[in-house]
């Protein structure tokens, strides 16, 4: 049901510091239809700077349909909400004027008018429901992007027909106001919170306080961000899907509130993790209804609030799970009548006690897991009959991996979709950070805007004619080989992601994997995936000056490099098991040769550039101390992760990912010492050191030299030598 239109004018900090007055109106995501032209205008003056002016935007319909008419030089969009109508931009710029806009490169290479139609084209969702971004997103994809970030991030995610977004941003500065008034002083709060890119696991109620205490000024142009991003989906007609409240306190809350009651959590991969309020309580229904009035003020409502109860081992303790998910629902539906609450399906979540206690037509299961295990066949039997969505995770921590299960995609979404008593109602895409694997994102994104069987042969033909703007041998055969290696794996092994490489591993001549919950073999052949790299460099020079085009060479040239990790680590363990010094020593300076040239290859991206995302994170800080704290959660979080315990519990490298300054810094110092020391090993007739890898990780971290933030060098030619190399090192 849609909320109440309510109006507010709420003082947040701005990005400078300096307080700003945010006001608007908010409904149930719909703009006003003035406020909804001026949006999709601004958004198609950004996305098409040269051709914006021969777009024409109508409001027109009620259901998720697009319509796109139009001569030479004067299209015409209509839809309901400017995101449909961006949505149908979309589809004519790929089917009909052959360019390409991604999160991960973009191809413009328009004619100066714009081609015209024969005929009207007309798309209709197949589904309501269209949830994008992961829990985790804000820390993998990077906790420190600015307003520019999110301006072109939204317009991407429009274009690609979502109509529902995670919003995490800002909710530290949500939670610091709210238990302001339960007897917490703005010290212990900022202590308890931790900092940006740790976040989302303390909002899953994983952990807190880590790995310092924020800053006043931190919190502050973080809620003036997450108004902006929430006051522009809204203006486009999407929802901000915004996180709700179930139970999470600060320590020594009963306390601070006699005759609270709390439920210790225990630990979480080596963090404590923050205590839970029992939801059948007073105290909750307090603490729940500030927590929803202090959102409403910063960020304004929604009809649709994430949480997910007892996540990864929560202890219920003496708490009925039922009464508990009944009291959170009521909490939830006090404050915004007619509210979904949004549940992650993941591992056993949700629970039938949780979902069988609430009213399943006001909760939306957004699954994690659909193409993930073969096991998984009836969903409508493992929540009894609650609504939910196909969603995939084909990355997890930000693996650089390339591949998805796009055969699964094919053969499950519309055969679950139109199944007799089917409550799928929609696609949820939520890998653990966004920004990558471009052919997954857009073919994912339209499953809920075809119809039909999907012929995967015929879809990646049509994805290289629009990614590199006109037809080209190569770049097909290329793409064909990608359809049938890395984006032709299956759920059949019980996996949805690719295997990591092994130079991002901590250093171990039986190393399966870098992360621990990665898998420990390729999902195809290596060597049928290496021709596809030679078939990208022998594209026509024409067709190479885009961003597309470069950014999908890189991703091939990196991977096929990559993957040679697995091939020769073998190779060097024999070395070394034969005591064989020279074989060993050629084996391991071909290795390292190899994350030499990576390390190269990836400088040449700004995407792929360590040093930019560590000086995001420092230009948050307030002062100097802080913007070395916040520089510190950023690289913790790509390699030890956090803590010395959680790191030796699995943690460490469980974000990998093959940047430069990345490879070519901890990854390669980490190899270098190995190496050294096995080879002193050998030459001296002893067993090899062990190493103390936490302390020089964690060393790295605090003191990682120079961090390049600009992009050097020319990915096509460092791709030919990558291809060179790898023909050369068979």
């Known amino acids: 049901m849609p909320l109440a239109r309510r109006t507010f004018l709420t003082a947040v900090a701005g990005t400078t510091g300096a307080a700003v007055a945010c006001s608007g109106s908010v409904a149930d995501g719909a703009p006003t239809p003035a406020s909804g032209a001026a949006a999709v205008k601004a958004a198609a003056r950004r996305l098409l700077p040269r051709h914006w002016k021969q777009l024409t935007f109508t409001t027109a319909g009620a259901d998720d349909t697009f319509r796109i008419s139009g001569r030479r030089g004067h299209i015409v969009v209509a839809g309901p909400t400017p995101a449909v109508q961006l949505t149908g931009l979309r589809h004519y710029l790929k089917h009909f004027a052959h360019a390409n806009i991604t999160w991960a490169g973009s191809q413009l290479d328009l004619p100066d008018l714009l081609p015209g139609l024969d005929k009207t084209v007309i798309r209709t969702a197949n589904a309501p429901h269209r949830f994008v971004l992961n829990d985790t997103n804000d820390g993998y994809t990077g906790a420190y992007h600015d307003w520019s970030y999110w301006e072109r991030e939204i317009d991407v995610l429009a274009l690609h027909g979502y109509n529902e977004v995670l919003v995490y941003v800002g909710a530290d500065a949500l939670y610091h106001r709210v238990f302001q008034e339960f007897g917490y002083s703005d010290k212990e709060l900022r202590e308890w919170i931790p900092a940006p890119a740790h976040q989302p696991w303390w909002l899953l109620q994983n952990m807190s306080a880590f790995p310092y205490p924020v800053s006043r000024q931190l919190l502050d142009r973080r809620a003036a961000l997450g108004r902006r991003i929430t006051d522009r989906l809204r203006e486009l007609g999407m929802t901000p899907v915004l996180p709700g409240y179930f139970g999470t306190v600060p320590p020594g809350f009963e306390a601070k509130n006699p005759g609270a009651r709390t439920v210790p959590q225990g630990d979480w991969v080596g963090f404590a993790r923050p205590d839970w309020l029992d ?142 008593g089917s409550m799928q109602r929609g696609i949820s895409l939520m890998p653990e950070a966004a920004d990558n694997n471009p052919a997954a994102f857009e073919l994912f994104s339209e499953l809920a805007w075809q119809r039909g069987d999907l012929d995967l042969t015929r879809w990646f033909a049509d994805w290289a004619l629009a990614r590199y703007g006109a037809a080209d041998p190569h770049a097909s055969a290329a793409w064909d080989i990608l359809r049938r290696t890395a984006y032709g794996t299956t759920r059949a092994d019980e996996w949805s992601e690719g295997a990591d490489g092994l130079f991002g591993a901590r250093p171990d001549l039986a190393a399966k994997s870098a992360a621990a919950w990665s898998p420990e073999a390729m999902r195809y052949e290596p060597a049928d995936f290496e021709p596809a790299l030679k078939e990208l460099t022998a594209v026509r020079p024409e067709l190479r000056k885009t961003s597309a085009y470069r950014r999908d060479l890189l991703d091939v040239a990196r991977q096929a490099l990559s993957n040679r990790s697995r091939t020769l680590l073998p190779r060097i363990k024999q070395a070394y098991d034969d005591r064989d010094t020279p074989r060993f020593d050629r084996l391991t300076r071909t290795w390292l040769g190899h994350m030499d040239l990576l390390d190269k290859l990836t ?128």
Do not use: C
Not at 622 to 636: I, N, P, T
């Open 603 to 730: 400088a040449t991206d700004s995407r792929h550039l360590l040093g930019r995302w560590v000086a995001d994170a420092r230009s948050w800080g307030a002062d100097a101390k802080e913007r070395e704290h916040l520089a510190y959660d950023q690289l913790s979080l790509l390699t030890v992760w956090g803590t010395r315990s959680g790191a030796d519990a699995g943690l460490r490298d469980y974000a990998n990912r093959e940047w430069a300054g990345l490879v070519g810094g901890l990854y390669r110092l980490r190899w270098d010492t190995y190496f050294k020391e096995l080879r002193a090993a050998l030459g001296e007739g002893r067993e090899p050191k062990a190493v103390d890898w936490f302390a020089l990780e964690d060393g790295w971290i605090r003191d990682p030299g120079r961090l390049a933030a600009r992009p050097t060098g020319d990915t096509y030619k460092v791709a030919v030598q990558v291809r060179e190399r790898l023909t050369g090192t068979r």
């Open 279 to 420: 939801p059948r309580t007073e105290h909750f229904g307090r603490v729940a209804a500030a927590f929803y009035r202090r959102q409403d003020e910063l960020f304004g409502s929604s009809t649709m609030y994430k949480m997910d109860l007892l996540h990864e081992g929560g202890k219920p303790g003496d708490v009925p799970v039922p009464e508990a998910a009944k009291a959170v629902e009521t909490a939830l539906q006090n404050a915004h009548p007619g509210a979904t609450w949004v549940i992650l399906g993941w591992q056993s979540n949700p629970p039938k006690a949780i979902v069988d206690a609430v009213d399943k037509s006001r909760m939306l299961v957004v699954d994690g897991l659909s193409d993930r295990f073969p096991k998984i066949t009836d969903r409508e039997s493992d929540w009894n009959d609650t609504p939910y969505t196909f969603g995939s995770i084909w990355n997890f921590g930000g693996h650089t991996t390339l591949g998805a299960n796009t055969p699964d995609w094919a053969a499950l979404y519309e055969k679950w979709r139109t199944k007799e």
